[in-house]
């Protein structure tokens, strides 16, 4: 009777110690997913959510459970856990931007969208949404979820429970994934912005030859059907680019441009 409730009080322990495990990773997943591209979408439903990231936190929960051992502080394993959580999600959430910034410069560069249409609490324009949903479609296609495990899983080992990253050290590596995000917006619509700037050289020089010729009638739409043209052509190469963009900041999430 004595061995039985010594193996039940055994087990008990392991229970609790893997109830503690599964909540500070479902704290770190949960923060994560809600920002993350595809399943911390607004139009995702947020029971839909929750069952993503129970799924998730049941996968990484047996992988890293041995680095996660209670004692400390609760508040300040928590806090780590969420602000860890946080940082892989909004790392992940500015690719997402790179497509709706490279969308809002190739509208406008195509005369389609203003300049600031998407921060001006419009809709975004036609190119971003378009940029953005299929880029999505292609994450989730190249395997996003298993990916995201990977990461979060792997984020143990740089962002180490029960400690909160320096305020340095993600100030440093925040300016740098934003500034990595413009330019890659900017190195995605540089096309349209280039067959812009060409074309309407093109009608400044026709309309110095011929001043009679209304070009702006001429010259607007000839610009818009280029620009859809262009769309076409050049969306599946950007997309790639994009893809492998996404694929480096999977698989280095933290590192910083000397």
């Known amino acids: 009777m004595t061995g039985i409730l010594a193996n039940l009080a055994?087990?008990?322990?392991?229970?609790?110690?893997?109830?503690?495990?599964?909540?500070?990773?479902?704290?770190?997943?949960?923060?994560?997913?809600?920002?993350?591209?595809?399943f911390g979408e607004q139009s995702v439903p947020q029971r839909v959510r929750l069952v993503i990231a129970?799924?998730?936190t049941a996968i990484?929960?047996?992988a890293v459970a041995p680095a996660l051992s209670p004692g400390g502080p609760v508040?300040?394993?928590?806090?780590?856990?969420?602000?860890?959580?946080?940082?892989?999600?909004?790392?992940?959430?500015?690719?997402?931007?790179?497509?709706?910034?490279?969308?809002?410069?190739?509208?406008?560069?195509?005369?389609?969208?203003?300049?600031?249409?998407?921060?001006?609490?419009?809709?975004?324009?036609?190119?971003?949404?378009?940029f953005v949903m299929a880029g999505l479609?292609?994450?989730?296609?190249?395997?996003?979820?298993?990916?995201?495990?990977?990461?979060?899983?792997?984020?143990?080992?740089?962002?180490?429970?029960?400690?909160?990253?320096?305020?340095?050290?993600?100030a440093d590596w925040g300016l740098d994934r934003i500034a990595r995000v413009f330019a890659l917006g900017f190195s995605l619509a540089a096309p349209f912005v280039i067959a812009s700037v060409l074309y309407n050289v093109a009608l400044g020089f026709i309309n110095r030859?011929?001043?009679?010729?209304?070009?702006s009638f001429v010259g607007a739409p000839a610009l818009t059907l280029g620009g859809l043209v262009l769309l076409a052509l050049a969306t599946p190469l950007l997309l790639g680019v994009w893809t492998q963009a996404l694929s480096d900041q999977l698989s280095a999430p933290f590192t910083i441009a000397p």
């Open 10 to 38: 055994e087990l008990s322990g392991i229970g609790q110690d893997m109830g503690w495990a599964f909540f500070l990773v479902f704290l770190r997943v949960g923060a994560a997913l809600s920002v993350m591209p595809a």
């Open 54 to 56: 129970l799924a998730f």
């Open 60 to 62: 990484i929960t047996p």
């Open 75 to 130: 508040a300040a394993a928590i806090a780590a856990e969420v602000v860890a959580g946080l940082l892989i999600g909004i790392g992940l959430r500015l690719m997402v931007m790179a497509l709706q910034i490279a969308g809002t410069i190739a509208a406008q560069a195509a005369s389609l969208t203003q300049v600031f249409g998407g921060l001006s609490g419009e809709p975004q324009p036609a190119m971003a949404n378009l």
């Open 137 to 170: 479609a292609l994450a989730v296609m190249a395997g996003l979820h298993v990916r995201a495990a990977e990461l979060v899983i792997l984020s143990y080992d740089l962002l180490p429970p029960g400690r909160l990253p320096g305020p340095s050290d993600v």
């Open 209 to 215: 030859a011929m001043p009679q010729l209304m070009v």
